[in-house]
């Protein structure tokens, strides 16, 4: 009874294990992000002190933007890849436990 049991959450538990390693690479490319945006930011606070016209400045806040967007690309396709990644990984945790129900109905 036990076995049965455990065999019939094993997917359940494997699904939360994907979502948990999903949600940790998530946060890690958001605390990544969040670094960059502030070392970026910093950077520029150190740049605007040189500045000596108002041209240098657009061109210092068009390169921060460019940057910033840069970055927040990168942080998009990771997270954007670590997604398709847990979603692939959930469909084949559904479609075995799928197919261990379909089998085991037809066993008994």
Not at 31 to 47: H, R, V
Not at 64 to 70: G, N, R, S, V
Not at 72 to 101: D, S
Request: proline residues 2%.
């Amino acid at each position: 009874m036990t076995k049965i049991m455990n065999d019939s959450v094993a997917p359940l538990r494997e699904l939360i294990d994907v979502q948990s390693r999903m949600l940790e690479e998530l946060t890690r490319h958001q605390f990544d992000y969040t670094c960059a945006c502030i070392d970026l930011a910093m950077k520029q606070g150190e740049e605007w002190q040189k500045c000596k016209t108002p041209v240098d400045l657009i061109s210092l806040q068009h390169n921060y933007a460019q940057a910033l967007e840069k970055s927040l690309r990168g942080a998009n396709e990771q997270n954007l890849r670590a997604l398709q990644e847990a979603r692939a990984a959930m469909e084949r945790i559904a479609r075995g436990a799928l197919t261990g129900l379909k089998r085991d109905t037809n066993e008994e």
